[in-house]
């Protein structure tokens, strides 16, 4: 059964048609969608192409985890837990890609990535 489209937008282009992958969280995977209708799941994205989503996600993470900080200390108590829970999720699909996608050792050679 389909999960719902992330609202993640990352930049990943398909590689059967250049138009941008959307992840979509398939239980306790994950596949990517495109508009041209192609759904690939994890295995046949290049490992390039994992470790660009990877870092790209990372990047995403620490700007909401910046913005909750920023939100705390200007009293925005409410918009800062709206920007936690954000990069709490955004972590999760980090972890879930990770595990899926690399040996227990390269997540830390791979900058940017969470430190497990």
Not at 2 to 11: A, F, I, K, Q, W
Not at 85 to 91: D, G, K, N, P, S
Request: aromatic content about 2%.
């Amino acid at each position: 059964m389909r999960g719902r489209d992330s609202e993640l937008r990352p930049s990943l282009p398909c590689p059967l048609c250049d138009r941008r992958l959307l992840p979509v969280p398939t239980g306790a995977s994950l596949t990517f969608h495109c508009r041209g209708g192609h759904e690939l799941r994890l295995s046949d994205l290049l490992p390039t192409t994992t470790r660009t989503l990877l870092g790209e996600w990372q990047r995403e993470h620490d700007g909401l985890t910046a913005l909750a900080v920023n939100a705390r200390r200007n009293g925005l108590i409410d918009i800062s837990d709206i920007y936690r829970r954000q990069a709490e999720r955004l972590e999760s699909r980090i972890r879930l890609l990770q595990e899926a996608s690399l040996p227990p050792d390269a997540e830390s050679k791979i900058p940017g990535c969470l430190a497990t």
